[in-house]
């Protein structure tokens, strides 16, 4: 019988390994596309609020938010046992914390789908998306809509 080589060592039970190179770029990547593509969320959320309705720990989920998403995404996206075992956890989970203004819902919900995407590895659809609600919500906050002025 002959020693285990170190390509032996680093596998797992069957074909997995240890340590999967290949996985670990693949998530390191949606990870840091998830970050990057949410900063300019964050970014955004800032500009448009006014100074007294500006809430940090709103825009720190807005960057925590999305890497979270991803690697859920990541670890469940070819299991259908643990999707269902998570939809168990999450539901056991409540979170108490209303969002005050029907905006905070809409930044909440991008940065949701940019996670969701970078999970699963659809980054292009995270960057464009992340781009596109940006341009418009500076847009909108630009040309004033909803205010006085353009009301009625």
Known sequence: ???????????????????????????????????????PVAWVYRATKAHHDYDKAEAQTLLLLPIAIATVVFLVKESLALAFGLAGIVAAIRFRHTLEDVKDAVFMFVVIGIGLASGAQLLTVAAVASLIFNLTALAVRRAGFGTEAHSG
């Open 1 to 39: 019988m002959t020693d285990p080589g170190v390509s032996d060592v680093l596998r797992g039970a069957g074909e997995r390994q240890l340590l999967d190179v290949n996985l670990v770029i693949a998530l390191t990547a949606s990870l840091l596309c998830a970050l990057t593509f949410a900063i």
